[in-house]
């Protein structure tokens, strides 16, 4: 069987489809001196041979594995510190793998959970796990979202129980959504001195207060522990981010408050917390 015609040397193009890639991608290795530029034809075209695809085809596998143009031309040359590129690359190849995985791990329990709760960590959503549908609020869920932000997993997952005693207690959740009317109310048209305030504040207080006994009651403190103990697998794994302060991201994050709702935010922490007005960061309600 006769063998198809062999050229001794290609045109750029027909070089760039056998090495799948591009005319400009070789015309910019001749420029940077990654790719001698060969001689050219009397039609005063490049033409490769043999020796200039093997070093194409070598660039185009080192480019591919994700190794700088700059570290392949210093591997062509036998220099040294390529070895230590490579190891650089083979931590930020590890660390893009590790990112991949926490991305399926998040979409995977999203899926399972079939709401954004999915979304928040397994801390949270698996505290959450075994409310009936429906009973989360969007808002809820909004809230949780801006806590593990600011306060990290265990500080969203220790505010779960506060959705999870108003998911069960129509009572509770009733007087919640009483107050946060009445808290919608202290807009711009009310001073800061007003003395709903202080009632308000006192209200809010006597629900906390409640909410947090019935928290205790309901034995949520005592399963929190349990789903601690499970997840100290998962401890420090966040470790190395740069993370910012809970005070710095509470100050980043906006709330349309008047002056009066500033108040009386501020008048809810010292009722709750009388003993903490030496400037530590309240909790979270």
């Given at each position: 069987?006769?063998?198809?015609?062999?050229?001794?040397?290609?045109?750029?193009?027909?070089?760039?489809?056998?090495?799948?890639?591009?005319?400009?991608?070789?015309?910019?290795?001749?420029?940077?001196?990654?790719?001698?530029?060969?001689?050219?034809?009397?039609?005063?075209?490049?033409?490769?041979?043999?020796?200039?695809?093997?070093?194409?085809?070598?660039?185009?596998?080192?480019?591919?594995?994700?190794?700088?143009?700059?570290?392949?031309?210093?591997?062509?040359?036998?220099?040294?510190?390529?070895?230590?590129?490579?190891?650089?690359?083979?931590?930020?190849?590890?660390?893009?793998?590790?990112?991949?995985?926490?991305?399926?791990?998040?979409?995977?329990?999203?899926?399972?959970?079939?709401?954004?709760?999915?979304?928040?960590?397994?801390?949270?959503?698996?505290?959450?796990?075994?409310?009936?549908?429906?009973?989360?609020?969007?808002?809820?869920?909004?809230?949780?979202?801006?806590?593990?932000?600011?306060?990290?997993?265990?500080?969203?997952?220790?505010?779960?129980?506060?959705?999870?005693?108003?998911?069960?207690?129509?009572?509770?959740?009733?007087?919640?959504?009483?107050?946060?009317?009445?808290?919608?109310?202290?807009?711009?048209?009310?001073?800061?001195?007003?003395?709903?305030?202080?009632?308000?504040?006192?209200?809010?207080?006597?629900?906390?207060?409640?909410?947090?006994?019935?928290?205790?009651?309901?034995?949520?403190?005592?399963?929190?522990?349990?789903?601690?103990?499970?997840?100290?697998?998962?401890?420090?794994?966040?470790?190395?981010?740069?993370?910012?302060?809970?005070?710095?991201?509470?100050?980043?994050?906006?709330?349309?408050?008047?002056?009066?709702?500033?108040?009386?935010?501020?008048?809810?922490?010292?009722?709750?917390?009388?003993?903490?007005?030496?400037g530590d960061t309240p909790r979270t309600r």
């Amino acid at each position: 069987m006769p063998l198809p015609a062999i050229p001794r040397r290609v045109k750029i193009g027909y070089a760039a489809a056998f090495a799948r890639t591009t005319p400009r991608a070789i015309r910019h290795y001749h420029a940077i001196g990654l790719l001698a530029e060969p001689e050219r034809g009397s039609d005063d075209r490049r033409r490769y041979g043999y020796d200039d695809m093997i070093r194409l085809l070598w660039i185009r596998k080192m480019a591919d594995a994700g190794i700088s143009l700059d570290d392949i031309r210093a591997g062509f040359e036998g220099a040294t510190g390529i070895e230590r590129s490579l190891a650089l690359l083979e931590e930020s190849l590890a660390a893009k793998a590790a990112a991949i995985e926490a991305q399926r791990a998040a979409v995977h329990r999203l899926r399972e959970v079939g709401s954004p709760l999915g979304l928040l960590s397994p801390l949270v959503s698996g505290r959450l796990h075994d409310l009936p549908p429906g009973a989360l609020r969007p808002a809820d869920l909004d809230t949780l979202l801006v806590t593990e932000r600011v306060f990290g997993p265990l500080g969203a997952a220790v505010q779960a129980g506060r959705f999870i005693v108003l998911a069960t207690h129509p009572e509770l959740r009733a007087e919640e959504d009483r107050l946060a009317e009445a808290e919608t109310a202290l807009d711009d048209t009310v001073s800061p001195d007003d003395p709903r305030i202080e009632d308000l504040a006192a209200q809010r207080c006597a629900h906390e207060t409640a909410l947090a006994a019935t928290i205790d009651s309901s034995g949520l403190d005592e399963a929190l522990d349990v789903l601690l103990d499970q997840e100290d697998e998962h401890a420090g794994e966040e470790e190395g981010e740069a993370r910012t302060s809970a005070m710095e991201a509470i100050g980043r994050m906006p709330y349309d408050f008047s002056p009066a709702r500033v108040r009386y935010e501020e008048r809810v922490i010292e009722l709750l917390h009388p003993a903490d007005q030496d400037g530590d960061t309240p909790r979270t309600r």
